[in-house]
């Protein structure tokens, strides 16, 4: 029995590299569509079930396009302190949580 696929004895290094030549450049188009687009709208949280509550991402934001380099500057100086208050991760109010998933 053979180690070598039964594709192997079609391996082609030309096809190889066009491959691998298309799969970089559809890499770099993703790659620049995030940076290009960088989403800065804060997804907020919605709390439901009042049993137990559970903090769920709100994804009802808006959209707008933004230099990447200029979000990436302003995230690492507004960045939260390693130590963090006491109230951070505060559970919520009963009054804020939702009967039903919203």
Known sequence: MSVRSPLSVHFNLEVFANHVTIAAHCLDILRQQLM??????????????RNEPLALPDFN??????????????ALEHQAPE??????????????VFETMP
């Open 36 to 49: 290009c687009t960088v989403d800065i709208g804060v997804l907020g949280q919605v709390w439901w079930n």
């Open 61 to 74: 934001t808006q959209h707008k396009c933004r230099n990447f380099d200029a979000v990436r500057r302003w």
């Open 83 to 96: 130590a963090v208050p006491d109230d951070y991760l505060k559970p919520p109010r009963m009054e804020d």
